[in-house]
């Protein structure tokens, strides 16, 4: 049963534009959120976090938004760039009984950004 | 500072030997995590160690196994390797709820 799904496996974007990636997940514990960007042959690295008492933070071009009655966050990239091409991973955490902490992720989305 | 180093990057095995990966970080995390990458399927993970002497098992444990040696530390084996264990695998740690960091990755195949 996957708890964090992605179901866009790529998304294709004008440079300059905006970049919308969503993640959804059906645990109600998860209390913490991440984003992760992976280049080929390299580790994922961290982008931007939300902790569920927020509903939005923003870090630069990046910002996260958190919906936790519809159990959806998404992430935009203003203005994309083609540097911004890699894959995207959202992740969720958990603290409270039952949820350890454990960090799951989704499958991931593919972005493009043509030049 | 090298945050999380996994050793070896890249693994050839045969059906049915065995291998252990090494992860070490140097971030005082109390965290750490094993995850493998296939294709369409993102991120699993396999194990999970909240501290020194615990383990959990994640999405995906059958055919491993984990040993957390002390803090810095955190291996996983593989007893009997299987084609269907041919992955991407990444260590991670972090602290709770707190972004994780990554290592390299060790890409192993197994024929």
């Known amino acids: 049963d996957q708890q964090v799904k992605q179901n866009s496996p790529s998304l294709s974007v004008q440079e300059g534009r905006i970049s919308i990636l969503n993640c959804d997940y059906t645990?109600?514990?998860?209390?913490?959120f991440l984003w992760y960007k992976k280049y080929p042959a390299e580790g994922p690295t961290f982008l931007i976090s939300?902790?569920?008492?927020?509903d939005k933070n923003e870090d630069g071009r990046f910002t996260v938004f958190l919906n936790k009655s519809a159990k959806h966050l998404s992430l935009h990239i203003v203005p994309s760039q083609p540097g911004d091409s890699a894959v995207y991973f959202c992740?969720?955490?958990?603290?409270?009984?039952?949820?350890?902490?454990?960090?799951?992720f989704g499958q991931g989305t593919t972005l493009q950004v043509k030049p | 500072n090298a945050g999380v180093t996994q050793t070896p990057k890249f693994q050839v095995l045969k059906t049915g030997q065995s291998m252990t990966l090494q992860c070490a970080q140097d971030?005082?995390?109390?965290?750490m995590y094993w995850y493998r990458q296939d294709p369409g399927m993102g991120l699993r993970l396999i194990y999970y160690?909240?501290?020194?002497?615990?383990?959990d098992k994640g999405e995906v444990p059958n055919g491993y196994n984990v040993s957390r040696l002390n803090k810095r530390e955190f291996s996983l084996r593989l007893e009997s390797a299987a084609p269907s264990q041919t992955s991407v695998y990444f260590c991670?740690?972090?602290?709770?709820?707190?972004?994780?960091?990554f290592g390299q990755g060790t890409r192993l195949t197994v024929v």
């Open positions: 971030m005082n995390h109390n965290s």
């Open positions: 939300i902790s569920s008492i927020k």
């Open positions: 992740a969720a955490s958990g603290t409270s009984s039952g949820n350890t902490g454990k960090l799951i």
């Open positions: 160690s909240a501290s020194e002497g615990t383990t």
């Open positions: 645990n109600s514990m998860f209390d913490y």
């Open positions: 991670a740690s972090s602290e709770v709820n707190t972004e994780a960091f």
